[in-house]
């Protein structure tokens, strides 16, 4: 198990960053929503990490002929996607495992999809029982709730109406993924809008989907092949974040995060941040699949924050939010979090237990955390084998040194993360 230590930066910094990580969610599904195309898609600046590079392979192995340079990408799709003789491992990823679930449940063939051993103990029947539900054959651990998860395919999928308990793209992208291919029309509501790339981007490509005028996004099966992708992969605002909360820590400090995507889904713990009291401008320059431009923060006194609405925006920044947090004035409290128990970690739990190791103040509830700001104090933490939690305690060295234990899994999503941390100093 490696580990790294972060010492204190007694200075403020000025640093545009370029090179930010390719955004981890348009990624994977760039790799996957090729294989509705019978033309070649062409993809710039895909993110070159351990998650989405296995998403890639998972492709090549359904029979897609892949070419790539660098971070720019050629898929060469097939008509009949083929049935793999190995597992598809889908490594920390849960958005690829449970996108997938949806992408192979109408595909005829047999799959089996695994994962690391984080990946193994996360939940899956959210995803499993609805496309169960419609017609999908899917089995694993604990009644199909634990991967491995087999899957063999179901051509002809029922249409659904279906209104989602939860508030999860993953789930939603699932069942749009297997709308494409059911019989008829299916509808789908979730209880807020959750990041709506996938529907973005499969009507790029031609799909025929729309929301009414009840909040149901309709799907239409599809009657032909899709349009190839022609795409850059604008720089992951989640990934931007935590050099945002670097910013925002350190009064005087400025951060500027070029070519990230400004999609409204993805940038709300930005606006929190400029809630706190921190400087945060969006400055858009395009507007094809997403909208993309640059993101600036200046660091400035924060005071502390309610986070209670359009928490599936922000469910992936609240850890490093929970630093901005810990070192604001006064009490934050993060409520209607629950989703926060079922990620790479139980994220409240790993938040948590390491402010605790900081001398930091909290109440923990189910479904999140009141934090009393304040300080923090030098410690070793543990990253439970989750990025998020790795990198915003990292992000916390800046302001009082810290050892961070279990840091591969930084590389599932983000492999230049210390590269760029340690160019602040």
């Known amino acids: 198990m490696s580990s790294f230590s972060i010492k204190r930066l007694n200075k403020p910094f000025d640093i545009v960053i370029e090179n930010i990580a390719s955004d981890k969610s348009i990624s994977h599904r760039c790799a996957m929503f090729s ?37 720019s990408v050629e898929i060469t799709p097939i008509d009949n996607l083929s049935e793999p003789d190995d597992v598809l491992d889908c490594g920390n990823s849960g958005t690829a ?28 029947n959210r995803v499993a029982n609805p496309l ?12 199909g709730n634990k991967a491995p998860l087999f899957i063999r395919g179901e051509k002809n999928l029922k249409p659904f109406t279906y209104i989602s308990p939860i508030a999860s793209a993953q789930v939603k992208s699932a069942m749009i993924l297997a709308a494409l291919r059911a019989t008829n029309i299916s509808k789908y509501k979730e209880e807020e809008l959750t990041r709506d790339h996938t529907e ?65 889904t993805r940038i709300e713990a930005y606006v929190v941040l400029k809630k706190m009291g921190a400087v945060v401008n969006f400055i858009e320059k395009e507007n094809i699949y ?17 986070v209670v609405d359009n928490i599936s925006w922000l469910i992936d920044e609240l850890p490093a939010l ?7 004035n006064g009490k934050s409290k993060v409520k209607n979090a629950k989703e926060l128990r079922v990620k790479e970690s139980d994220r409240i739990k790993a938040v948590v237990d390491n402010l605790a190791l900081c001398g930091v103040d909290f109440t923990e509830f189910e479904d999140g955390y009141e934090i009393k700001g304040g300080k923090l104090n030098s410690a070793t933490i543990d990253s ?42």
């Open 35 to 71: 294989l509705f195309s019978n033309k070649t898609s062409y993809i710039k600046n895909y993110l070159t990490a351990e998650d989405t590079l296995n998403t890639l392979k998972i492709v090549e192995q359904l029979g897609a002929k892949i070419k790539r340079v660098g971070n």
């Open 290 to 306: 997403e909208p993309i431009g640059d993101i600036e923060i200046i660091g400035d006194e924060l005071n502390g924050v309610e």
């Open 200 to 264: 973005r981007m499969l009507k790029g490509m031609g799909a025929e989907i729309f929301t009414d005028n009840e909040g149901f996004i309709n799907i239409k099966p599809l009657t032909s092949h899709l349009k190839p992708l022609n795409i850059t992969v604008p720089a992951d605002p989640s990934s931007g974040f935590f050099f945002a909360v670097a910013a925002a820590i350190s009064k005087g400090s400025r951060v500027v995060i070029k070519n990230a995507s400004l999609n409204p």
């Open 384 to 425: 439970y084998g989750d990025h998020r939690i790795a990198m915003s305690f990292a992000i916390a060295g800046l302001n009082c040194d810290m050892k961070i234990d279990d840091v591969e899994c930084i590389n599932s999503s983000f492999p230049n993360f210390k590269e760029i941390l340690d160019s602040l100093y």
């Open 132 to 143: 169960r539900n419609i017609g999908a054959n899917i089995d694993g651990r604990e009644n």
């Open 322 to 328: 929970s630093i901005a947090m810990s070192l604001a």
């Open 97 to 124: 495992m449970r996108l997938f679930c949806g992408l192979l449940a109408s595909v005829d063939g047999s799959f089996i999809l695994s994962g690391d051993k984080y990946l193994r103990s996360r939940p899956m």
